[in-house]
């Protein structure tokens, strides 16, 4: 655990660093790598203890996009990352009370199925009610503000993984993911565990969507509600190990390189890519990336 | 106790579909009785169980654990009353370690209930059921009679009161099931704990408990001490006679 918390700190130091050397692209590229490092954490967080496997990312992260948005020319920065994390929790509270004594496919059918329901819905309403087809942030941090701000959120996603591992409530995940009916018996309120797990995820995700809406300037619900965000969320915690702390860190540095890389010249070819990596990890490392040097871990995991 | 039984159901029924797994049976427990459940196969022995546990939700009747309601609750509070339970495929946490899953009891529904000396720790529960040298094991590496026995130390790591046991023998060796029923035993004498035990080896069964219920197509037609039980011409007809003979 201690050693956690030396390379959580030593990467910070790293990245803190990095806006004042860095290229342009350099900081971009960072950005983007903070922003999925952040977003897969917390999904494992809570998805990869208890294998609900949740596609809600991009539901929780268009709506704290879309509350920063709205909020943004009333209140600081920093306040409306912290009203996009509530509102997205707010969100994930509902959503887990309908959705979260569903099991396996059911569920991540489910909270695929949602996150086009919210993404509709507020389409709609943009178009019927309030009549624009998307927002145009006015008010902007700068650059760097942005990047310090995720850099922040990656961090305390990280922080509170290394945390929520070692208290009561993270073996009560990992119990409902061993065996939930088992935990339950042992005394496990499942359903308060599972809902407090789910809205702790959501809160990230609104918060990385809250600070990340502003990079656009322009939004709309295709934007920041994209699914894909939810996908790319949810095959980098598995390729990196979800059940691992660092897994996900290490599978969104991969990420956003290829990403960065492969995107702009060969498209197809990254889709193609992360395709073929997600299969062979899979087939071949169902323990993610990080399985490749677990041996040492599991005599020092409890 | 102010004057209530530990546990009682009061014409529990579950019903699955067409099918009445468990038909208006009525009991009530004792503080420190030692319980057999006999029935032939799809009695409604487990059924009862996951009733009384929590772990099924009752379609009707009522339970009542010291006089209070628990009927449609679920299963984690009926740990945190006292009621603990093993299941008959043991269910332990395969990748924690032997003493961690005795340490999850002790997180959750243990905590803060009251507790004697022998259910102080980790340590002492995995000295009362034997398993001190495995503690370092994963749960998954040690033996499936070594695997019931930590079911059992999972369950009093709840502290209980009431302890169901779901075929803690089947499977074992004569000298295994021998020593099972000596610890159960112990439990209940120096825990003061109320044992309800299902077994499907009638013998074994009778000759260690002090009462016996008998679930016979989902219904109860006996409540007695074993050598009633065993006389009672609707068990024999039911049930014993033909299982006697084969033994």
């Not at chain 1, 996009?65 to 020319?73: I, K």
């Not at chain 2, 009733?51 to 740990?79: E, N």
């Amino acid at each position: 655990m201690k050693r956690d918390w030396l390379i959580l700190i030593a990467l910070t130091g790293w990245a803190l660093a990095l806006p004042h050397y860095g290229s342009d692209f350099a900081v971009s590229l960072a950005l983007s790598c903070l922003m999925y490092a952040a977003l897969a954490s917390s999904w494992s967080l809570f998805c990869g203890a208890t294998r609900y496997l949740s596609l809600a990312t991009s539901a929780f992260f268009g709506i704290g996009a879309y509350t920063s948005a709205l909020s943004l020319e009333h209140v600081p920065f920093a306040v409306a990352i912290a009203l996009g994390a509530g509102v997205a929790a707010l969100v994930a509270l509902v959503m887990g009370a309908a959705v979260l004594h569903l099991r396996g496919t059911y569920f991540a059918v489910l909270t695929f199925g949602m996150t086009e329901l919210i993404r509709h819905a507020i389409s709609y309403w943009e178009k019927k009610v309030s009549g624009t087809v998307g927002r145009v942030l006015t008010v902007v941090p700068e650059r760097d503000t942005v990047y310090l701000a995720v850099l922040a959120l990656a961090v305390l996603a990280l922080a509170t993984a290394i945390v929520v591992r070692r208290s009561r409530f993270g073996l009560a995940l990992a119990g409902i993911g061993a065996d939930e009916q088992r935990a339950q018996t042992l005394g496990v309120d499942t359903r308060r565990v599972k809902t407090a797990g789910f809205a702790l995820t959501a809160a990230f995700a609104g918060a990385v969507g809250a600070a990340m809406s502003v990079r656009w300037t322009y939004i709309d619900p295709v934007t920041v509600f994209n699914p894909f965000i939810g996908f790319q969320t949810v095959l980098i915690a598995l390729i990196g190990g979800a059940a691992t702390l660092w897994g996900p860190v290490v599978a969104a540095l991969v990420f956003s390189l290829l990403a960065e890389t492969l995107r702009l010249q060969l498209p197809q070819l990254y889709m193609m890519a992360l395709g073929l990596l997600l299969i062979l990890c899979v087939l071949y490392l169902p323990g993610g990336l990080a399985s490749l040097r677990l041996p040492r871990r599991r005599g020092a995991a409890r | 106790m102010n004057g209530h039984p530990l546990l009682e159901a009061r014409s529990l029924t579950v019903r699955f579909g067409g099918l009445v797994a468990v038909d208006a049976v009525s009991a009530a427990f004792a503080p420190a009785e030692l319980v057999g459940i006999i029935g032939p196969n799809g009695a409604g022995k487990t059924t009862f169980f996951n009733a009384l546990s929590g772990v099924q939700a009752a379609t009707g009747g009522a339970l009542f654990a010291q006089g209070q309601c628990l009927t449609g609750a679920p299963a984690h509070r009926y740990a945190r009353h006292g009621i603990a339970r093993s299941f008959q495929t043991p269910r332990v946490f395969g990748e924690l370690s032997v003493a961690a899953n005795v340490g999850f009891g002790l997180q959750f529904a243990g905590r803060g209930r009251p507790a004697s000396a022998l259910l102080k720790d980790e340590t002492s529960i995995l000295q009362l059921i034997g398993l001190p040298a495995q503690a370092t094991l994963p749960a998954a590496a040690v033996t499936p009679s070594q695997q019931r026995l930590l079911e059992i130390g999972m369950a009093l790591a709840t502290r209980p009161k009431l302890l169901l046991l779901d075929e803690v023998a089947a499977g074992l060796t004569e000298a295994e099931v021998e020593a099972m029923a000596q610890l159960i035993r112990r439990l209940r004498d120096e825990l003061d704990l109320t044992v309800i035990w299902i077994e499907h080896a009638v013998t074994t069964l009778l000759r260690h408990v002090e009462r016996v219920l008998v679930l016979h197509q989902g219904r109860k037609i006996a409540d007695g001490t074993p050598s009633e039980v065993v006389r009672n011409p609707e068990v024999v007809e039911a049930y014993l006679g033909d299982e006697m003979a084969d033994e």
